[in-house]
T-cell receptor, first 110, second 114 residues
Framework: AQSVAQPEDQVNVAEGNPLTVKCTYS??????LFWYVQYPNRGLQFLLK??????LVKGSYGFEAEFNKSQTSFHLKKPSALVSDSALYFC????????FGAGTTVTVRA | ETGVTQTPRHLVMGMTNKKSLKCEQH?????MYWYKQSAKKPLELMFV???????ENNSVPSRFSPECPNSSHLFLHLHTLQPEDSALYLC?????????????FGPGTRLTVT
């Protein structure tokens, strides 16, 4: 079955350190990949997407993601994490509907 | 604010009650979605509407009944729910229904079935 996977349930980093949230995909053809973030008691917010073209995608709030076809990965990155980045992050793929990974809880400590 | 609003934000209902969830999008989008988010489970797509026509129903029990009277409004009518239906119900919209359109989500309705 086609899917995305987020291998880490939790990621903990110190403020100011680089943040990486991992996502791998198992999707045939050209994958359309997305990242969303969910803050406590809120809905999901779109961060960025990969459709085609440049493998490095820049998104909201200083986040970027790199599409790597050989490793079938689409990891989310931020060079310097903030405490306010603490949230639940979802990777998703789309084939006319979004299918989400299980989510990764990010905690950034001051 | 994402341009998608949901009411009520919290709802407690008994198993014999009938209630409705409301979603409104102010983005001029043509597609709308209902999702269910339960603890420890991936988001589940329930229904998809495109141009006010239901185009997808993911094996959702009949106690959930969607309605899309126009492209800006989406309802989820609830009746005779079960305790396992307690969850966060999220509404979303996108410009069109397609693989590369991002979706914009409302804040959700936290439903508790007693």
């Amino acid at each position: 079955a086609q899917s995305v996977a987020q291998p880490e349930d939790q990621v903990n980093v110190a403020e100011g350190n680089p943040l990486t949230v991992k996502c791998t995909y198992s999707v045939s053809g050209n994958p359309y990949l997305f990242w969303y973030v969910q803050y406590p008691n809120r809905g999901l917010q779109f961060l960025l997407k990969y459709i085609t073209g440049d493998n490095l995608v820049k998104g909201s709030y200083g986040f970027e993601a790199e599409f790597n076809k050989s490793q079938t990965s689409f990891h989310l990155k931020k060079p310097s994490a903030l405490v306010s980045d603490s949230a639940l992050y979802f990777c998703a793929w789309s084939d006319y509907k979004l299918s989400f990974g299980a989510g990764t809880t990010v905690t950034v400590r001051a | 604010e994402t341009g998608v609003t949901q009411t009520p934000r919290h709802l407690v209902m008994g198993m014999t009650n009938k209630k409705s969830l409301k979603c409104e999008q102010h983005l001029g989008h043509n597609a709308m979605y209902w999702y269910k988010q339960s603890a420890k489970k991936p988001l589940e797509l329930m229904f998809v509407y495109s141009l006010e026509e239901r185009v997808e129903n993911n094996s959702v029990p009949s106690r959930f009944s969607p309605e899309c009277p126009n492209s800006s409004h989406l309802f989820l009518h609830l009746h005779t729910l079960q305790p396992e239906d307690s969850a966060l119900y999220l509404c979303a919209s996108s410009q069109n229904r397609g693989e590369f359109y991002e979706q914009y989500f409302g804040p959700g309705t936290r439903l508790t079935v007693t």
